[in-house]
C-alpha cells in the first residue's frame, strides 16, 4: 500500500487531545504546550540505508540527510528548530567509526542551525543502518504555514532549482531554514510545502490539501537544474531534464503561495535577504482538478508524480 | 561497542542551546520551551522485529510496546505524555492489516494515557519491521526527577514485581504513568529511573548517576515475579528465580530512592493510590561503589547487568 493511501486509513484512528492544534497531515504537526507566545512543531524522520543512501555514502553526510530532512520539514511550516533526539538503529558489526561519523555530520548540521541534540538511542537492525530523527520547532502562535491555505488565483513561487539530486544533492543539500523562518514573518504566504517527493507530487499535495484546486505550471519558468540537464545528454536512456525537474524527489526546496499582488513583494524581498538561494515564480493555482504544464506549444496534463520509478531510475 | 560505550563518547559532541534543561543521559530530556509553569520532556526509541518482538507476535502488542517504552520513560521522569510521532520502517510486501494492527495497538494505548498522536511516516526496512516511536511529557517546571540525585542512607524502592518478562509481559506490560507523576507530586524522590536492563544494570547506572554511590539489596525483599519462579523449574538449565529478578530485561518497573524517614510515608501513599500495583523497599543507598546482596548468609557482589546474555537466554 502507498504511504499516502495507509496514513490516509489510520488518520482517523489517531487520538488527539487539548495540545493538537495541527495534527498528521503537514510537514509537521503544530501544538501548543503552553508558551504565550509560541506553538510547537514536532516531525520525525527516517533514512534508510540502500533506500536513501547507499552503503558507501559518507557517514558524516548520512547524518547530515538525516537530520536536514526533519529541518526542511520545520521550515515547511515557517518554523524554526530547537531540539532532536536520534535513534540509531545499526546492524551488528557495524564499526564505531561509522556511527561516530554518523554523528558527526547530524552534530555539525544541528549545530549550524542552532539545533540541540538531546538524546540518541542505539539498537540493532539487521541488515542495514536506518536513522530516526525527531525534532522539535517554534513558531510564533498562528503564524505555522500550512499546505491547505492555498486560494484561486495564488502565485506559485518555488526556491532552488529542480531535478538530477540523486547525483550527490540529496546527501548535501542545504535545508530553507533560513528562508522559512522569514516567510513566516511576512505574514503573505497562503500555503508552503518542501519538495521531497518532486515538484509534481508535492504540488498535488498542496492543492488537495487546500480543498482540491488545480495549477498551470509555465515550463519555461521552471528551475531546473544544471545537473538534471547535464544527466538528460547521457543518452538514449536518460530523463528529460524538464522531467526530471517536476518528478526528481528529494531537492527539499520550498514551493509555496501568495496572493498573485505579493509576488514581487516576496521575490524582492527574498532577493535581499538570499541572494545566492534562487526564487522563481512558476505558475498560478486554479480552480482545479487539473493540474497542467504550459509551453509555447500549448498546454498539458502534469506528469504523474512518481514516474521515474517506472523507467526503473531511483 | 556496547551502547552506553558509544553515547558516552558522542556525548561531548552534542549540541546544546537555552532550550536544554538537561540534555542527553537520562531516561527523557528535560527542556525549557517557553510555558511558564512547566518544562518538556522529549524521548524517542525503536523496537525492531526479531531483537524487541517475534515475527509472530501480535501487532497490536508490538503496537503498545513500542509506545509504552517511551510512556515508561516520561513516567520515569515523574512528567505526564502529551503528544507522540511514529516511523514505521517496514519489509517490501509486508501486508496492510499488520500496520493496521499495530497503529491500533499504538492508538489504545495512547488513548488510555491521553496522548494524541500527531503524526506517523512510513518508509522501506528490508529483512524486518521497525516502529520507531518519539514522545513528549509534560512536568512541572523543575520537578523533573533525575538518576542523579540519590544520597547514601536513601531507601531503594521498586514498583511491581520482577523477571520473567521474555514470557509474555514485555508485550503487554502497563507503563507505571500514573505512580510517576503521583511521585513527582510528592517532592520526596531523590532519583528514579525505569528498570528496562533489568534491576543490577538499572540500579547501577542510578548510582552512577549520582555519583558513584553503592548499595545494599535484601535478596529476600525482591519482589520475584510469579513468572520467574514458575521458569526456574524448568529444569537444570533453568535461570534461577533470583538471578531472572536482577538480570532479566524490560520489567518496565520504577525504581527509586527517598530519605529513609520517607519511606514509610512514600509507600503509605502509593498503597492507597496504586493499591493493586506492589511498592516494595529493597534496600538502601551507600557511600560505594560495591553494590551487593544482603542474605541470611551473608553478603555478596551484585551479578553484572546482562548476565543472562552469557548463558544464552534472550
Known sequence: MHEFELINRLKPLLPANDFVVHGAGDDCAVLDLGDPTAHTLFKTDAVVEGVHFTPDADPEQVGHKAIARCLSDIAAM?????AAVVTLALPPGRDAAWSEGVYRGLCRTAALHQVAIVGGETTTNPGQALISVALLGRVARNQAILR?????????LVSGELGGSIAGRHLNFEPRCDQGG???????VHALIDLSDGLAGDLRHLLAASGGLGAEIHSTALPISRIARLRAREGDLAKPALLAALTDGED???????????AVRIMDGWRERFPTTRISCIG???????????????????????????????
Not at 522569514?182 to 503573505?188: E, K, P, V
Not at 527539499?252 to 505579493?262: G, N, Y
Not at 493555482?285 to 514516474?307: C, E, S
Open 284 to 314: 498560478r493555482v486554479t480552480p482545479g482538478p487539473n493540474v497542467q504544464l504550459r509551453d509555447k506549444t500549448g498546454i498539458r496534463q502534469m506528469p504523474p508524480a512518481g514516474y521515474e520509478h517506472f523507467r526503473g531510475e531511483s
Open 252 to 262: 527539499f526546496e520550498l514551493l509555496f503561495t501568495v496572493a498573485a499582488s505579493d
Open 148 to 156: 491547505s491555505g492555498a486560494r484561486v488565483g495564488d502565485a506559485i
Open 182 to 188: 522569514w516567510l513566516a514573518t511576512t505574514g503573505l
Open 78 to 82: 515557517g518554523g524554526r528548530a530547537t
